[in-house]
């Protein structure tokens, strides 16, 4: 019984250190993109970035292939959000870290044709802006 719980105990511990190099990964890739394209949001490579990170993360890419994403997409919701969303807030700004987490990422595919501020705000509501 013993053994059971050490094995539980070490199986845990190594998923929460691979969930932590994820997010820390994340933050990382977010706050590269904010600080490199913070004064040239309007930049095609910035959207070819985000994208690309999307394909290489695990969670982000089943998304993107759930919903068809296509970089078209992404640039037609980016500027929606980049219209009702263009500030900085500590390491966070709208219409680049919500291309990076799943909940946001899979929302804005879902509703890529809604309303601008409507998305904007949930996505806001969700990073906690």
Known sequence: MNYVLILLIALLSIIFLLEMRHSL??????SRLIEKYRDDLQNKELLAEIYAFCQQDYKLR????????TLEDMEKIYQKLLL????HKGRRFVPITSFLYVYTLDYLC???DGDAKELTMKCMNFLHI
């Open 25 to 30: 990964r994340r933050s990382n890739a977010n």
């Open 110 to 112: 879902q509703h890529k």
């Open 62 to 69: 089943r998304i993107v292939k759930k919903h068809n994403l």
């Open 84 to 87: 009702w969303g263009n500030f």
